[in-house]
C-alpha cells in the first residue's frame, strides 16, 4: 500500500509540472520533494543527491539542456527504487 501511494504521488506531480515554464527548476522542485519524503533507501539517496547536485551546476552553468538529462535521470532512477 505504502509502494502504491508513492507511485501516485510521484505520478501526480509528474503531471502537476508538465506545464512548467522552467523545466529544471520543475524537475529539481520533484527531485527535491521525493528526498523530503524519506522514502528512498541510502545509496539511492545519495545518488539521487549527487544527480541533483550535478544538474544544478549545470543550470548555473547555462546548460540547461544537460541539466534536466541528469535530473530526469534522477526522478527515473527515483521511480524504479520506488516501485521495487
Known amino acids: ?3 502504491l501511494l ?4 510521484l505520478m501526480a506531480s509528474s503531471s ?6 522552467d523545466p ?4 529539481m522542485k520533484a527531485i ?3 528526498i523530503a519524503s524519506g522514502s528512498l533507501k541510502e ?5 539521487v543527491k549527487t544527480m541533483r547536485a550535478e544538474g544544478q551546476k549545470l543550470h548555473d552553468e547555462g546548460r540547461d539542456q544537460d541539466a534536466v538529462k541528469v535530473l530526469k535521470d534522477a526522478r ?3 521511480r524504479e527504487a520506488s516501485s521495487s
Do not use: G, N, Q, W
Open 1 to 3: 500500500m505504502k509502494k
Open 6 to 9: 508513492i507511485a501516485l504521488a
Open 16 to 21: 502537476a509540472f508538465a506545464h512548467c515554464p
Open 24 to 27: 529544471v527548476t520543475c524537475e
Open 32 to 34: 527535491d520533494s521525493s
Open 43 to 47: 545509496d539511492t539517496l545519495e545518488k
Open 76 to 78: 527515473k532512477m527515483i
